[in-house]
């Protein structure tokens, strides 16, 4: 089976040619740059980038596998959750590719894809515990097969990733923030400021990061280097220590539900993805906890791409899910998972 897989979420257009598992082809463009001018992604301005590169992407990726049009089996586009005005570039032109080529068309999930892109790489064996952490979701899952998940945990406000950004915007450092502070609290000492670990010691699956970016705010105007107010932003040593605090707390605020979670459903494989999985102080962490196997995505696989859509594209449709050229985005991940019916209440 030949499948394309289509990507555009949100700041960034994906697309992967994948035949029977093996990935012959992929292709990304980037609007970092353009976003970076706005500190944050620009929904219209996303759509329109999406517009452009679609087609001469695909074209593209075709061409680097050696694959035809008319030797596709399958179209496999991201329909949520994600930005409704990104969304609709990928699924509309994947509904007209697959309507062309009379071939199947199926809708994938963005999270779920995120942690089945482990089976490319060989580290999806069932059952398993995932973690999708990423700018805009932190959710815990269980993962039984191709089409058995089940949702245990989530954020409860902002999602890690959003939080990385928030703070790198604060102090002045540029989008997106999260490589920039991973790589200062690499030189930083993470005893330095007090931050809290939101809900980390609560006996459930919920995580929040709202409170912890507010600590930061706060450290900030204390300290008379929050830009915005006219302080003077930290710089050198305070910046890398802020940073380290920061992304020390955000690991330990993680990391315990996950240790929970697995505990919880008797699982000891593990699997992270999503953008925030590329973090190496998450990696650290998580890699660190007693007696669990944790495999990480690959970091130009943790970003979004194409690979992952057409991976779990292909597993669905061979589990019988169907989607006709009636398919719409559905933007939101609670509504997604209720119409894929793997939602459950978290504990």
Request: glycine fraction near 12%; charge should be negative; aromatic fraction near 4%.
């Amino acid at each position: 089976m030949v499948v394309l897989g289509i990507e555009t979420s949100c700041d960034e257009t994906a697309v992967a040619v994948v035949a029977d598992g093996v990935v012959r082809a992929e292709e990304v463009a980037s609007q970092v740059a353009e976003h970076a001018a706005y500190g944050g992604v620009v929904p219209e301005l996303a759509s329109r980038r999406h517009l452009e590169a679609i087609d001469p992407l695909v074209t593209t990726c075709l061409a680097d596998a050696g694959v035809a049009l008319a030797d596709l089996d399958l179209i496999a586009v991201t329909r949520g959750p994600g930005l409704l005005v990104a969304l609709l570039v990928g699924v509309q032109y994947a509904k007209g590719l697959a309507a062309g080529l009379s071939i199947p068309l199926i809708g994938v999930n963005h999270c779920l894809a995120h942690l089945y892109v482990a089976v490319a790489e060989g580290g999806g064996a069932y059952p398993y515990l995932g973690l999708v952490v990423s700018g805009g979701h932190t959710h815990l899952f269980r993962v039984d097969g191709p089409v058995e998940f089940t949702l245990l945990g989530h954020t409860v406000d902002d999602a890690a990733g959003e939080a990385f950004d928030k703070v790198g915007k604060m102090v002045g450092l540029p989008y997106p923030a999260g490589p920039e502070i991973d790589c200062l609290a690499a030189a930083g000492d993470a005893t330095a400021v007090a931050l809290p670990r939101p809900m980390a010691r609560r006996d459930n699956l919920l995580l929040s990061f709202s409170g912890l970016k507010t600590a930061v705010r706060t450290h900030l105007e204390r300290n008379g280097q929050l830009p915005e107010t006219g302080g003077v932003p930290p710089a050198g040593r305070a910046l890398a220590d802020l940073c380290a605090s920061f992304q020390q707390a955000v690991v330990e605020t993680i990391a315990p539900k996950v240790a929970r979670a697995a505990a919880r459903e008797g699982l000891t494989r593990v699997v992270v993805g999503g953008g925030v999985a590329a973090n190496r102080g998450l990696r650290a962490a998580l890699g660190a906890l007693p007696g669990l196997d944790v495999h990480f995505i690959r970091p130009a696989w943790c970003a979004d791409n194409g690979v992952m859509v057409a991976t779990l594209g292909e597993a669905r449709f061979r589990a019988g899910v169907r989607h006709d050229l009636d398919l719409a985005p559905i933007p939101g991940l609670a509504p997604l998972l209720v119409d894929e019916g793997v939602v459950q209440d978290p504990a």
